[in-house]
């Protein structure tokens, strides 16, 4: 069976599309301990009220739409940072309290902190 050529071509785009994205986003840090996951991302023009964190199931969504710092009457012609809207995912496994997940913006940083499960044993008694 014939497999239509223009399923390979979209299937590249998007592909292309997608490393262009991840090139183009700000990298986000990520710190482990024994009792949490922190994830540090660093870009410029965020604040509370064009940064959104959701959690959909067990998956983070960060959506981010930072505003350029354009001084009246300059236009941008080049920089480091895109200021486009851009969402990134983060699935967790069960090992992390996605409950008790937070979230704290300052600066230009979003810092997420996501704790662990606890796990607690206790000896059973027999009968």
Same mark, same amino acid.
């Given at each position: 069976?014939?497999? &239509?050529?223009?399923?390979?071509? *979209?299937?590249? +785009?998007?592909? *292309?599309?997608?490393?262009?994205? !991840?090139?183009?986003?700000?990298?986000? #840090?990520?710190? #482990?301990?024994? /009792? @949490? =996951? @922190? =994830? %540090? +991302? !660093?870009?410029?023009?965020?604040?509370?009220?064009?940064?959104?964190?959701?959690?959909? /199931? !067990?998956? %983070?969504?960060? *959506?981010? #739409?930072? $505003?350029?710092?354009?001084?009246?009457?300059?236009?941008?012609?080049?920089? %480091?940072?895109?200021?486009? $809207?851009?969402? !990134?995912?983060?699935?967790?496994?069960?090992?992390?309290?996605?409950?008790? +997940?937070? @979230?704290?913006?300052? &600066?230009?940083?979003? +810092?997420?902190?996501?704790?662990?499960?606890?796990?607690?044993?206790?000896? *059973?008694?027999?009968?």
């Amino acid at each position: 069976m014939r497999q &239509d050529p223009w399923t390979q071509v *979209v299937s590249f +785009l998007q592909e *292309v599309d997608q490393e262009i994205t !991840r090139q183009t986003q700000s990298p986000v #840090e990520q710190w #482990e301990s024994d /009792g @949490a =996951l @922190a =994830l %540090l +991302l !660093r870009e410029p023009g965020i604040n509370q009220s064009n940064t959104q964190v959701t959690l959909e /199931g !067990r998956t %983070l969504v960060i *959506v981010t #739409e930072p $505003k350029s710092p354009i001084p009246e009457g300059f236009k941008r012609v080049s920089g %480091l940072h895109s200021y486009t $809207k851009q969402t !990134r995912r983060y699935k967790f496994s069960d090992k992390y309290d996605l409950d008790n +997940l937070t @979230a704290k913006i300052q &600066d230009g940083q979003l +810092l997420v902190t996501v704790p662990r499960v606890t796990v607690s044993s206790r000896t *059973v008694p027999i009968q």
